[in-house]
């Protein structure tokens, strides 16, 4: 089973184009959650991803302040304001699948969540200590997060003196699955690892194999639409430079 899993699309339409386009045919697609949120096109992400076979898809920070909620003043003021154009915006349709979002799902024996296993939706899997914390409240052999817009691994090593150790994912990278890990496929929409490309992974259930792929987009004509919808000028620039 060919399993495409994408995180933090952020309304980008051009970016999940291009990955889709370059994924090819898959037997399912797990969505790490924050399809809405900074870019222009959440109401055409939702749709698109939609009409994915097999869809899993859970609920990120922005996807639920798109919906109202939590309180925005947890954001900085720009993610704020693109946090209410959203709300603004957001179709019927829409609304209806980010509220059916669930915060954590195992599926196939791998848990899911945007942020951690102890905090779904908001706590950022940045470093090797808050890991080890989440790998105490992690049942199974895999868990895929998001939310940090960086494609990177967290292994644990119990051996004699239990460490965790941690990978950045590089192009067409494979990580280590004979241990426990936290994999995380990078961002659709707005990656923030100093490269604009798009990032993902396709995993493999059977062959328990990870490989992480860039694509390139127009990145320019999604700067465009941001700066025709009003929304700050800082979502479109940071963009071209992956952060
Ligand atoms: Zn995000």
Known sequence: MRILVLSDIHANLTALESVLDIAGQV???WCLGDVVGYGPDPNECVRTLQSLPNLVCLLGNHDAAALGQIDLTAFNREARASA?????VLDSNSKRFLSSLP???????????HGSPRNPVWEYMLDSMT???????????????????LPVAFYYHA?????????????NESPD????????????GQPRDHDSRASFAIFDLEAQTWHNYRVAYNVSTVQARIIRSGLPSHHANRLSEGW
Do not use: I, Y
Request: hydrophobic content about 40%; glycine content about 4%; proline content about 3%.
């Open 27 to 29: 037997d399912a697609t």
């Open 84 to 88: 209410q154009w959203t709300q603004s």
């Open 103 to 113: 915060e954590k799902q195992v599926v196939s024996g791998v848990t899911l969540v």
């Open 131 to 149: 890991a080890e914390l989440n790998f105490r409240c992690m049942d199974t052999h895999l868990c895929f997060v998001g939310h940090t817009h």
């Open 159 to 171: 051996n004699n003196h239990p460490r965790v150790a941690w990978q950045l994912l590089r192009e």
């Open 177 to 188: 699955l004979s241990v426990r890990a936290f994999l995380n496929p990078g961002s659709v």
